[in-house]
């Protein structure tokens, strides 16, 4: 589990829970926003998804980020 402060925080960390869950054996992730994505087929496919998902908003210009992240 990831108890590194993050961009934004300050005081203790938060409890941090795994991105990653599984119902019905499909696998998915959350974000912090409380967006799920999913279904994929293994826990390794999501995290290939939440990797792909983090570029793409990691490629958005920084003022697109602020709005849609936080």
């Known amino acids: 589990m990831d108890t ?3 961009t ?4 203790p960390t ?13 696998w998915y992730f959350t974000t ?9 087929a293994t826990r390794e496919r999501a995290e290939i998804g939440l ?3 983090l570029h793409v ?5 920084a003022e697109s ?3 849609r992240i936080h």
């Open 14 to 26: 938060p409890f941090r829970s795994s991105r990653f869950f599984c119902v019905g054996g499909k």
């Open 32 to 40: 912090r926003e409380g967006f799920d994505s999913g279904p994929f």
């Open 4 to 6: 590194n402060i993050r």
């Open 57 to 61: 908003i990691n490629m958005l210009p």
């Open 65 to 67: 980020r602020e709005m």
């Open 8 to 11: 934004g925080e300050s005081g």
């Open 51 to 53: 990797k792909r998902f």
